[in-house]
């Protein structure tokens, strides 16, 4: 599990190093292994050092001095790299070591044009963003802001820009604690953060401006704080997954009940069940109208069918409300199943009708929209584009009043449990923004719920309280759908009835990543 700790309990874990005289040593330690990603990076881009160049923006803080003594070591590797200070007074020890490997520097004061300086930049091999770090107060303002908008002005969108940019512990514009970007941002191709990751480069804006994220261990201890943010890695959902066992058979293996679907919107069903039994879960019971049935048996004739009751179907867990809108039967279900007590999945037309107040194992899957009209209802108004700015704000608040576990879709998908933890995975990609996929993640987030249901050491495998497994459980969704999801828009543009095929393929992966640990 990657855990990312707040500004201030970084600052508070590198005080003792510092106290004993080791400030130093942790700046070298971290320009070392900004260093070493660099000299990655060049090598994938099939470059060695020799003859590429480099540019370091160095703000007036440290994080512009682990920048700069990045530079220097580039500089005596054969790197051309030249310095932007885009601040009165940078760091002077670190300028003066660039400055000795030969490094020449020029300072964006009254006079000089940003935008030269910014198509300077934009011709180097590698951006070195060290403007600013932890110690960064709302948006960028100033020289460092004139310059970034120049520089995304000259250069383009990353996605077509030639320059790498790596960012220095983090993309200068975001919010280190909550990811908000509020105004320009340097988004990097690559981010390496130094200690701990913090919480703005998994949520909201901020992990999109963060790209590829390496931590770098500079030797400081977290054991006696509590992650802010927490991103889980492959390792983690392998931990979650059942694999079955000789003795199994299929009740033992997990029953997912499915309420979902109706005359209106059929095919939410049929792709919220294909995805559940895609992922080698034991049973689905599907209960809803004959004629969804009908069409879900079409490609799943294993699911088994009928229009009775939460309480005749006997499952381990419940996914209710995808394509379920002006169906009385389906709406009395979706309740049914969210008091049982059984892990729910709620989805799209059951988050009209939440009980009051339910438990972590309800876990509501809404886009920001949605989750809009959920705290409406509940007294609180935002904008659906507030939600999508502070999306971990937001969805903790919406656990906070229902008591529910709830899921924030988007290009980064936000957990928040009741209890006040936040889990953030960026594993989609943008392919996936299409009808039906968030029906297909429900499928695959009930079908991991049913399968752990009766698992009494889930929660512990992962380090987290047994209340928080709904949260994982989410989560560990998110990354299937979102890793399938990248591995099918390898063929091309995302059909969703086609990623159930996908969604086997990276559950299998993930279960042979277990085995080669083991
Ligand atoms: N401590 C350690 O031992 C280690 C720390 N490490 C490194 O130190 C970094 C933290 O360094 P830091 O505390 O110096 O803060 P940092 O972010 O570089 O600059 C703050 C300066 O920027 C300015 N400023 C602020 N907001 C602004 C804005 N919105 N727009 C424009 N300007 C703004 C503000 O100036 P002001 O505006 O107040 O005059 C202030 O002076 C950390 O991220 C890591 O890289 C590593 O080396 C490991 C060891
Ligand atoms: N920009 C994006 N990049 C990656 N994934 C996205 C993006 N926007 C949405 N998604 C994902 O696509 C799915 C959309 O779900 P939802 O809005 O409920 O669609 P539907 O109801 O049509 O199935 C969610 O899993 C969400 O996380
Ligand atoms: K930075």
Aim: aromatic residues 4%.
């Amino acid at each position: 599990m990657l855990e990312a700790f707040s500004g201030s309990d970084v600052r508070a874990a590198e005080a003792p190093l510092i106290d004993a005289g080791q400030g130093d040593a942790l700046m070298q330690k971290a320009a070392h292994g900004l260093f070493g990603v660099v000299l990655g990076l060049l090598r994938e881009a099939g470059r060695g050092t020799y003859g590429a160049t480099a540019v370091v923006l160095a703000g007036g803080g440290n994080n512009g001095a682990d920048a700069l003594y990045a530079g220097e070591r580039l500089l005596r590797r054969g790197v051309g790299a030249t310095a932007i200070l885009l601040s009165d007074r940078v760091h002077t020890a670190s300028l003066a070591a660039f400055t000795r490997a030969g490094g020449a520097s020029v300072r964006l004061d009254d006079g000089v044009d940003p935008a030269a300086l910014a198509t300077h930049a934009s011709s180097a091999d590698i951006l070195l963003d060290g403007i600013l770090g932890t110690g960064a107060t709302g948006g960028l303002r100033g020289g460092a802001r004139a310059f970034v908008e120049a520089f995304n002005d000259v250069a383009g969108p990353r996605a077509t820009r030639s320059t790498i940019v790596v960012a220095c512990d983090l993309p200068s514009g975001i919010g280190v604690d909550t990811g908000l970007v509020d105004g320009p941002v340097l988004a990097a191709d690559a981010t390496v953060t130094f200690g701990a990751a913090k919480p703005g480069l998994l949520l909201g804006n901020g992990a999109v401006a963060t790209g590829e994220l390496n931590v770098v261990d500079i030797g400081l201890d977290f054991a006696v704080f509590t992650p802010a943010a927490r991103r889980l890695l492959d390792a983690d959902v392998a931990a979650l997954l059942r694999l079955p066992t000789p003795l199994d058979h299929k009740y033992s293996r997990g029953v997912l009940g499915v309420a979902a679907g109706s005359a209106r919107y059929p095919g939410a069903a049929a792709l919220a069940v294909g995805a559940a039994l895609a992922t080698g879960i034991g049973m689905v019971r599907y209960l809803g109208p004959d004629a969804v049935a009908s069409l879900i048996h079409q490609r799943n004739p294993e699911a088994v069918a009928s229009s009775g009751s939460v309480a005749e179907a006997r499952s381990q867990a419940w996914v209710v409300g995808p394509g379920a809108v002006d169906d009385d039967d389906q709406r009395r279900r979706a309740v049914d199943a969210m008091t049982s007590g059984l892990p729910v999945v709620v989805d799209a037309g059951a988050l009209a009708g939440i009980p009051e107040r339910v438990g972590p194992q309800v876990i509501l899957t809404p886009h920001a929209g949605e989750l809009r009209q959920v705290l409406a209802e509940r007294g609180v108004d935002a904008e659906r584009s507030d939600i999508e700015a502070e999306p971990a704000h937001f969805a903790l608040r919406a656990a906070e009043i229902t008591g529910a576990t709830v899921l924030l879709k988007g290009f980064t998908t936000v957990v928040a449990a009741p209890s006040g933890i936040l889990i953030a995975q960026t594993d989609a990609t943008p392919w996936l923004s299409s009808a039906g996929s968030g029906d297909t993640l429900s499928g695959i987030i009930g079908a991991l719920a049913a399968s752990v249901a009766g698992d009494d050491h889930a929660a512990s495998r992962l380090g987290l309280a047994e209340e928080d497994l709904w949260a994982a459980v989410a989560a560990a969704g998110a990354l299937i759908h979102g890793r399938a999801g990248q591995r099918a828009a390898r063929r091309g543009p995302i059909v969703v009835s086609d990623l159930r095929a996908d969604i086997g393929a990276v559950i299998a992966e993930l279960l042979e990543e277990r085995r080669l640990a083991m």
